[in-house]
T-cell receptor, first 116, second 111 residues
Framework: DGGITQSPKYLFRKEGQNVTLSCEQN?????MYWYRQDPGQGLRLIYY???????QKGDIAEGYSVSREKKESFPLTVTSAQKNPTAFYLC???????????????FGDGTRLSIL | DAKTTQPPSMDCAEGRAANLPCNHSTISGNEYVYWYRQIHSQGPQYIIHGLKNNETNEMASLIITEDRKSSTLILPHATLRDTAVYYCIAGPNTNAGKSTFGDGTTLTVKP
């Protein structure tokens, strides 16, 4: 079945360590996104990418980095510079381009990151 | 993207219609209205979207006012499994990467 796979579901990090969250999609979507969600709050955009080898910062990019070497993959690295990384991280993807600009986003089931 | 305003919470009796309002008074002509829902600890699920006309699919109906400043998501026969947080978003398209998911409306369907 087509979809978005995020792994792992739960992740623990020691302070000072970088950690990478995986996001893979087989929907042939051009665009991919990373969001952060804190308890009881909505989603905030971290980074997004509309094409391979290109990405843009969202509203809360500080302390995070991404890469987009393949269309199917958009990993997110939470660096030690992110002082409050404990949160629920969601990856999404969508079609983009002319004539497809109103296509919705499809989400993975998220990764819950905690600091030890 | 236009700012949206939703009530923080609503209750609905099982089997009855759930009507979730959304205000988007600053929406511009090319911005769509999208609805998603998020069940606890899962990723958001797309429900429906529209530009001007009312829309219906197997999950819900979307009613957009003529001036497009507000909309209502209708779940015709709510079930306990419809208990979730519902997000309304207005934007030129979600692909712009600037979509903001606010705090949404927590809908609780009661037996």
């Amino acid at each position: 079945d087509g979809g978005i796979t995020q792994s792992p579901k739960y992740l623990f990090r020691k302070e000072g360590q970088n950690v990478t969250l995986s996001c893979e999609q087989n929907l042939n979507h051009d665009a991919m996104y990373w969001y952060r969600q804190d308890p009881g709050q909505g989603l905030r955009l971290i980074y997004y990418s509309q094409i391979v080898n290109d990405f843009q910062k969202g509203d809360i990019a500080e302390g995070y980095s991404v890469s987009r070497e393949k269309k199917e993959s958009f990993p997110l690295t939470v660096t030690s510079a992110q002082k409050n990384p404990t949160a629920f991280y969601l990856c999404a993807s969508s079609f983009t381009g002319q004539g497809l600009s109103n296509q919705p986003q499809h989400f993975g089931d998220g990764t819950r990151l905690s600091i030890l | 993207d236009a700012k949206t305003t939703q009530p923080p919470s609503m209750d609905c009796a099982e089997g009855r219609a759930a009507n979730l309002p959304c205000n988007h008074s600053t929406i511009s002509g090319n911005e769509y209205v999208y609805w998603y829902r998020q069940i606890h600890s899962q990723g958001p699920q797309y429900i429906i979207h529209g530009l001007k006309n009312n829309e219906t699919n197997e999950m819900a109906s979307l009613i957009i006012t003529e001036d497009r400043k507000s909309s209502t998501l209708i779940l015709p026969h709510a079930t306990l499994r419809d208990t979730a947080v519902y997000y309304c978003i207005a934007g030129p398209n979600t692909n712009a990467g600037k979509s903001t998911f606010g705090d949404g409306t927590t809908l609780t369907v009661k037996p």
